[in-house]
């Protein structure tokens, strides 16, 4: 997939840069991406399918609000799962959320969010109700520096009732 090639050449684009780039951030504001594993269950007329995705990518901007406080905006696509009969279902949500970080240590630290969002499912059969909704969710996850300006993310994310997921990334702070 284009997408993760695209990301796996921007990860090493930033680990080969991250000792020339061992300066503080200057504005606070923070940008990830990940590669999710997602758990989807979208409703069908008939019954609920459940379906693993490997097939998606997370790009998330954040804003610090403080020392423990952030801001986020992100764009996550969960993969295009296809079931029985070729039913392809898409998974697509925008969110805002708002955070707290906890220190562990000096270079790890804890965080939960709860975020808001437009979640679009779409299909191209009418076994699948069509949503565009807003929601509601939560994540927790952990955050580890390399060094002042890079680190790794992994993260928990739930939306709602039918999708939730794992997602593990790098971010580059600005």
Same mark, same amino acid.
């Not at 949500?93 to 679009?120: P, W, Y």
């Not at 009418?126 to 790794?152: C, D, F, P």
């Not at 009732?161 to 990334?169: K, L, N, P, R, S």
């Given at each position: 997939?284009?997408?993760? %090639? *695209?990301?796996?050449?921007?990860? /090493? !684009? ?16 923070? /940008?990830?991406? %990940? ?29 610090? /609000?403080?020392?423990?406080?952030? &801001? ?5 696509? /969960?993969?295009?799962?296809? &079931? #029985?009969?070729?039913? =392809? ?6 969110? *805002? %959320?708002?955070?707290?970080? *906890?220190?562990? =240590? #000096?270079? +790890? =630290?804890?965080? %939960?969010? @709860? ?10 059969? #009418? =076994? +699948? ?16 520096? *390399? ?7 992994? #993260? ?8 939730? !997921? !794992?997602? @593990? ?6």
């Amino acid at each position: 997939m284009e997408i993760k %090639a *695209i990301l796996t050449a921007a990860v /090493l !684009a930033g680990a080969a840069t991250a000792n020339a780039g061992d300066t503080a951030p200057q504005h606070g504001f923070q /940008l990830q991406a %990940a590669l999710p594993i997602a758990h989807l269950s979208p409703k069908t007329v008939t019954d609920i399918k459940d379906h693993i995705s490997t097939e998606g990518v997370s790009i998330t901007s954040r804003s610090e /609000l403080g020392q423990t406080t952030f &801001f986020d905006f992100s764009f996550t696509t /969960l993969g295009s799962p296809t &079931f #029985e009969r070729d039913m =392809n279902v898409d998974y697509q949500t925008f969110d *805002i %959320a708002i955070g707290k970080r *906890i220190a562990l =240590n #000096e270079r +790890v =630290n804890l965080t %939960a969010k @709860v975020l808001t969002g437009h979640l679009s499912v779409s299909s191209d059969t #009418e =076994n +699948v109700k069509v949503t565009h909704a807003y929601h509601v969710g939560a994540g927790v996850g952990l955050e580890a520096s *390399i060094n002042q300006r890079y680190g790794v993310v992994a #993260e928990l994310v739930s939306w709602d009732e039918d999708a939730y !997921a !794992a997602t @593990v990334g790098v971010y580059c702070k600005f």
